[in-house]
């Protein structure tokens, strides 16, 4: 009974919650709205700090305030600020190991091959493909991002879809409601607006499975205007995650550090020091000055034996060891390779598998992604699907979208091995383990897999029909034959 009450519980709580979001949309108090809503902006804007290398923490180190012998304040010294772009690399390098190459989709069902093309022709017209390369980036950079699906209509007055990425950078304010098991149930997306006036106006548009809210904040409270949601589900992919080069702060902070108090350094050392006999000179050169000028006394003969140069042989190698020993651990601990083109150097042509192995900390951090994209991806056929079958394509009974089912494959960041991959293939099919249909989908050399079917099953036809006309003509003969005996 304990089980079946928690149950009844939970399910009572996630009513009342949903009963008092509905009460609030409905007395348009969408301040108090938002606060039922999860926002992590302050974690996406600390994010973007650390992302963007004019903003690191080493670029708030001060210049040094020079001082004549009375303490007066003679001029300031310029300290080296060197940001390095780690989190950059990181997650391009996270990106291309994901996403580099197009998603392949692939079909499940049987017998909605036509649905099957429109799906694969809608997602290159809404160009998906550089839309979630965009989302990956953002979300790897932010920790979050959103791929919003519009429905609309054309200036052919038909209905269509375009995809818009969501992000804090972007000026986007996302903010999300799950349930108890993790299912997005409202997506609010918030952005600001000018009118032709040139006023300036916030929105916010809230989404649920069954309706959209538009909201517009006012002088004297909010404005509401509702719609239903044709499509049936939240039109959303919402992109969450850690940034990529989550853990290595630190390290990050103290090579930017050591790195700019080496650099001042070598500017303070690169320069010749002067051993003087200070007897014999009027005046010393000050070391902060390029052009320095010694002025001897008037009884100097031979100015070359009052001085000598000390130079510096060189740095100190605890520093060169700690800058390798950091830059080793900020790429090892965030799964990402250390590509030294030299490495390829005198290399012929490398073939993919190869690569991967050189890149294998990238590859495992991709796999890793996986598990989220995974269902990332799950989620947006279904809803490609939903926004075919509900909005574009209503009237095209032949798509079968009510059959359509859609899978996917990730490729490989370097490309296949095209001679490798159909060589495989075709044992597969040889050897009984995979269909010809299934062989034809996986090909890389076949663009068009639809009409590709369709030109095998033809020739098939043709081939079948000669061998029928062949023995038809050959059992003529036969009988011709028997007849005059």
Same mark, same amino acid.
């Given at each position: 009974?304990?089980?079946?009450?928690?149950?009844?519980?939970l399910?009572?709580?996630?009513?009342?919650?949903?009963q008092?979001?509905?009460?609030?949309?409905?007395?348009?108090?969408?301040?108090?709205?938002?606060?039922l809503?999860?926002?992590?902006?302050l974690?996406?804007?600390?994010?973007?700090k650390?992302?963007?290398?004019?903003?690191?923490l080493?670029?708030?180190?001060?210049?040094?305030?020079?001082?004549?012998l009375?303490?007066?304040?003679?001029?300031?010294?310029?300290?080296?600020?060197?940001?390095?772009?780690?989190?950059?690399?990181?997650?391009?390098?996270?990106?291309?190991?994901?996403?580099?190459?197009p998603?392949?989709?692939?079909?499940?069902?049987e017998?909605?091959?036509?649905?099957?093309?429109?799906?694969?022709?809608l997602?290159?017209?809404?160009?998906?493909?550089?839309?979630?390369?965009?989302?990956?980036?953002l979300?790897?950079?932010?920790?979050?991002?959103?791929m919003l699906?519009?429905?609309?209509r054309?200036?052919k007055n038909?209905?269509?879809?375009?995809?818009?990425?969501?992000?804090?950078s972007?000026?986007?304010?996302i903010y999300?409601r799950?349930?108890?098991?993790?299912n997005?149930?409202?997506?609010?997306?918030g952005?600001?607006?000018k009118d032709?006036?040139?006023?300036?106006?916030?929105?916010?548009?809230i989404?649920?499975d069954?309706?959209?809210y538009h909201?517009?904040?006012?002088?004297f409270?909010?404005e509401?205007?509702?719609?239903?949601?044709?499509?049936?589900?939240?039109?959303?992919?919402?992109?969450?995650?850690?940034?990529?080069w989550d853990?290595?702060?630190?390290?990050?902070?103290?090579?930017?550090?050591?790195?700019s108090?080496r650099?001042?350094?070598?500017?303070?050392?690169s320069?010749?020091?002067?051993?003087?006999?200070?007897?014999?000179?009027?005046?010393m050169?000050?070391?902060?000055?390029?052009?320095?000028t010694l002025?001897a006394?008037?009884?100097?003969e031979d =100015?070359s034996?009052?001085?000598?140069?000390?130079?510096w042989?060189?740095?100190? @190698?605890? +520093?060169? !060891?700690e /800058? $390798?020993?950091?830059?080793?651990?900020?790429?090892?601990?965030?799964?990402?390779?250390?590509?030294?083109?030299?490495?390829?150097?005198?290399?012929?042509?490398?073939?993919?598998?190869?690569?991967?192995?050189?890149?294998?900390?990238?590859d495992?951090?991709?796999?890793k992604?996986?598990e989220?994209?995974d269902?990332?991806?799950?989620?947006?056929?279904?809803? =490609?699907?939903?926004?075919?079958?509900?909005?574009?394509?209503?009237?095209?009974? @032949?798509? +079968?979208? !009510?059959? /359509? $089912?859609?899978?996917?494959?990730?490729?490989?960041?370097?490309?296949?091995?095209?001679?490798?991959t159909?060589?495989?293939?075709?044992?597969a099919?040889?050897?009984?383990?995979?269909s010809?249909?299934?062989?034809?989908?996986?090909?890389?050399?076949?663009?068009?897999?639809?009409?590709?079917?369709?030109?095998?099953r033809?020739?098939?036809?043709?081939?079948?029909?000669?061998?029928?006309?062949?023995?038809?003509s050959?059992?003529?003969?036969?009988?011709?034959?028997?007849?005059?005996e």
């Amino acid at each position: 009974m304990s089980i079946i009450n928690s149950i009844t519980n939970l399910f009572n709580a996630t009513v009342g919650r949903n009963q008092d979001f509905e009460q609030l949309i409905a007395a348009k108090d969408i301040t108090r709205v938002l606060s039922l809503l999860d926002s992590h902006q302050l974690e996406a804007e600390e994010a973007m700090k650390e992302y963007d290398p004019k903003t690191h923490l080493i670029m708030e180190r001060k210049d040094k305030v020079l001082k004549d012998l009375k303490g007066q304040r003679k001029g300031t010294l310029t300290r080296w600020k060197l940001p390095v772009g780690y989190p950059v690399y990181i997650n391009e390098i996270s990106l291309v190991f994901l996403f580099g190459q197009p998603v392949k989709w692939k079909q499940k069902s049987e017998g909605a091959d036509a649905g099957f093309q429109a799906y694969t022709d809608l997602l290159k017209k809404m160009h998906f493909n550089s839309k979630i390369r965009q989302c990956k980036r953002l979300a790897g950079s932010e920790t979050e991002s959103a791929m919003l699906f519009r429905v609309y209509r054309n200036k052919k007055n038909e209905p269509d879809c375009q995809i818009r990425v969501l992000a804090r950078s972007k000026g986007d304010e996302i903010y999300t409601r799950w349930d108890v098991y993790e299912n997005l149930i409202t997506f609010a997306w918030g952005h600001y607006s000018k009118d032709v006036a040139g006023k300036t106006t916030y929105h916010l548009d809230i989404f649920t499975d069954e309706t959209i809210y538009h909201c517009q904040r006012g002088t004297f409270g909010w404005e509401v205007e509702e719609e239903d949601n044709p499509i049936g589900k939240i039109p959303v992919i919402y992109f969450k995650q850690k940034k990529e080069w989550d853990g290595v702060e630190e390290l990050i902070n103290r090579e930017e550090y050591v790195a700019s108090r080496r650099a001042d350094t070598n500017d303070y050392f690169s320069d010749p020091y002067l051993v003087l006999k200070a007897a014999l000179l009027k005046s010393m050169p000050d070391k902060d000055v390029e052009n320095k000028t010694l002025i001897a006394n008037d009884n100097v003969e031979d =100015v070359s034996k009052m001085a000598s140069f000390l130079t510096w042989d060189g740095q100190n @190698e605890s +520093k060169k !060891d700690e /800058l $390798e020993w950091l830059r080793h651990h900020i790429l090892t601990k965030t799964f990402t390779p250390d590509i030294d083109w030299s490495q390829f150097k005198g290399m012929s042509q490398m073939s993919g598998k190869a690569l991967k192995q050189m890149m294998l900390l990238a590859d495992i951090k991709a796999t890793k992604h996986k598990e989220n994209y995974d269902e990332l991806l799950d989620r947006t056929a279904s809803l =490609v699907i939903s926004i075919m079958a509900n909005v574009l394509y209503i009237t095209k009974s @032949e798509y +079968k979208l !009510d059959e /359509l $089912e859609c899978d996917h494959d990730y490729q490989e960041p370097f490309g296949e091995d095209i001679a490798e991959t159909i060589k495989n293939i075709n044992e597969a099919i040889d050897g009984g383990t995979m269909s010809e249909e299934s062989g034809i989908e996986q090909n890389p050399l076949i663009k068009d897999k639809v009409q590709e079917k369709e030109r095998i099953r033809k020739q098939k036809e043709e081939a079948a029909q000669e061998q029928r006309n062949i023995f038809a003509s050959t059992q003529k003969k036969e009988d011709v034959f028997g007849g005059a005996e």
